[in-house]
């Protein structure tokens, strides 16, 4: 089975910078888009962003020019660079791998457990 584990997060104060990382263990890796979500409590849970098998990146407007999604293959890991952190960030971050079933019997959509980040001085 595929497990998804959250690591990064904590407390950073306004105009700051955190990367939170993700390592996804088991079968496969490469196949899996690989994504960022937050979600506030009472609120649904939205796309921060996301990295394809292919490398191809896409942004909340939120989010965008403020933070960076990589992925390291070698490394079975996702990370996400937080700059010019702001209150609105303050959420629960979960790393998400996802990938077609009919495309491998290994794919799937797999969470991890979130992970706080919290923005305050």
């Known amino acids: 089975q595929t497990q998804v584990v959250e690591s990064g997060g904590g407390l950073v104060q306004p105009g700051g910078s955190l990367r939170l990382s993700c390592v996804v263990s088991?079968?496969?890796?490469?196949?899996?888009?690989l994504a960022w979500y937050r979600q506030v409590p009472g609120k649904q849970r939205e796309l921060v962003a996301k990295i394809t098998q292919n490398g191809y990146r896409t942004y909340s407007d939120s989010v965008k020019g403020r933070f960076t999604i990589s992925r390291d293959n070698s490394k079975a890991s996702l990370y996400l660079e937080m700059t010019s952190l702001n209150p609105e960030d303050t959420a629960v971050y979960y790393c998400?791998?996802?990938?077609?079933?009919?495309?491998?019997?290994?794919?799937?959509?797999?969470w991890g457990q979130g992970i706080q980040v919290t923005v305050d001085s």
């Open positions: 998400n791998a996802n990938c077609d079933p009919y495309g491998s019997i290994w794919c799937g959509d797999f």
């Open positions: 088991g079968n496969i890796f490469s196949p899996f888009d």
